[in-house]
């Protein structure tokens, strides 16, 4: 009898280990999702609309697993977005290093909370009712005790555990990777005017916002993948919402759509450019990067004499297409001799950044935009460049 006891013990425990693992995966998982969906997509960037119990919801469950306060977050993440990489970011890698980002997220934003200018000009347009006042503000720190008193209630010891987990969530999680590596290693979809990266095209651990380079091109859409290998899992629990008649999206990325190729570019075109212009330069980007492997092809065939030369094209083709402030200053030199190097090659940068122009120019009217857009595709088409030809086609069918 004893040895069956014994055996029941066992089992009891294995299955009390899976029941915490399994409660921990749950609420973190559920935290990650109040925070992209409520914190960040509906309150700071206002991509869509959350009924009254999707959003009290997620405001009960974020005082009970984060202390944090809807303002303070909201304000924070304007003001980055608002002062991206510079040394007003509140937590930007490229200023204030990797290490400390990662190491200091969440004493970074606790700094930030504590400015009030912030939260007067960011903070604007929060929740600001009886409960935030008298509960979820003025109490922010007893929502984490409570949770600590259910976590030890329904684990025991354990439970002490299951709530340092959850405490640390967001801290490792935002306050570290997106805000961290999400502005210092990935991929790029888009040349955003910051460092925003992709952190994975599966956006499943971080409720989506791993596609961080993809929010930053586009912040005020609800909907953070673009590609079709994308996967974002915060839009999928948006579109039940949305299903449920809990949240109306406001907002999604715009796709450039293509018609018949008009006989010349008009001003229809130019907005259709302008409104997707950072899909269109992710086109551009993709023919400089085949006409880069293509160079490469010629090189490697001539044999090994070329092996300087090889190395220089292997870096024209990672940044060729990058903006050249974007590009790291000890390369720049060997990128523009890659480029220099095949007339193709300097064809493709010269008229990419005059093609980027019809959207940096401010100073300049919509007629002579139009004119200027005309006069590219002239100059693409006559260029001999099949690729040139064939983008500029694909611009003039280009409509809103």
């Not at 347009?125 to 109490?139: I, K, V």
């Not at 555990?161 to 405490?167: E, L, N």
Request: net charge positive; charged share 25%.
């Amino acid at each position: 009898m004893g040895r069956h006891r014994v055996v029941a013990v066992q089992w009891f425990d294995r299955d009390h280990r899976w029941q915490v693992l399994a409660f921990t995966l749950v609420a973190t998982h559920i935290t990650i999702a109040a925070v992209t969906i409520f914190l960040h997509r509906s309150q700071a960037h206002r991509a869509l609309d959350l009924g009254p119990v999707p959003s009290h919801f997620f405001r009960f469950w974020l005082w009970l697993t984060t202390g944090m306060v809807t303002k303070e977050w909201v304000a924070i993440h304007r003001k980055h977005h608002a002062k991206c990489e510079t040394v007003d970011d509140p937590h930007s890698p490229q200023t204030r290093g990797i290490k400390t980002v990662l190491l200091e997220g969440s004493e970074l934003y606790r700094a930030e909370a504590k400015v009030q200018e912030t939260l007067s000009k960011y903070g604007h347009g929060t929740p600001d009712d009886w409960l935030e006042r008298n509960l979820y503000t003025r109490y922010s720190w007893q929502g984490v005790g409570l949770m600590l008193i259910i976590d030890l209630m329904l684990f025991g010891a354990i439970g002490a555990t299951v709530w340092a987990v959850q405490m640390l969530w967001i801290p490792i999680t935002a306050a570290g990777i997106i805000n961290g590596i999400g502005h210092w290693w990935g991929y790029r979809n888009f040349e955003a005017q910051d460092a925003s990266t992709n952190v994975s095209p599966w956006g499943i651990v971080i409720g989506g916002e791993e596609l961080h380079n993809n929010h930053h091109t586009y912040p005020t859409s609800a909907k953070l993948s673009v590609k079709p290998y994308e996967f974002d899992i915060g839009w999928l629990y948006i579109r039940i919402l949305e299903t449920l008649g809990w949240a109306k999206v406001r907002k999604t990325p715009p796709m450039l759509k293509l018609g018949e190729v008009k006989p010349v570019a008009d001003g229809k075109t130019l907005e259709a450019i302008i409104a997707n212009r950072y899909e269109v330069m992710a086109k551009y980007a993709k023919e400089m990067r085949a006409a880069c492997g293509a160079e490469l092809d010629r090189l490697k065939a001539q044999g090994g004499e070329n092996t300087a030369r090889v190395k220089q094209m292997l870096l024209a083709q990672r940044w060729l297409h990058r903006d050249e402030e974007k590009i790291p200053a000890e390369l720049r030199a060997s990128v523009a001799q890659a480029a220099a190097s095949s007339d193709s090659l300097a064809k493709l940068v010269a008229m990419r950044e005059e093609l980027r122009q019809l959207w940096t120019r401010t100073n300049v009217s919509a007629e002579q935009l139009v004119a200027d857009l005309q006069a590219w595709c002239r100059k693409a088409e006559d260029s001999g460049i099949a690729a040139l030809r064939e983008f500029s086609l694909k611009l003039r069918a280009a409509h809103a």
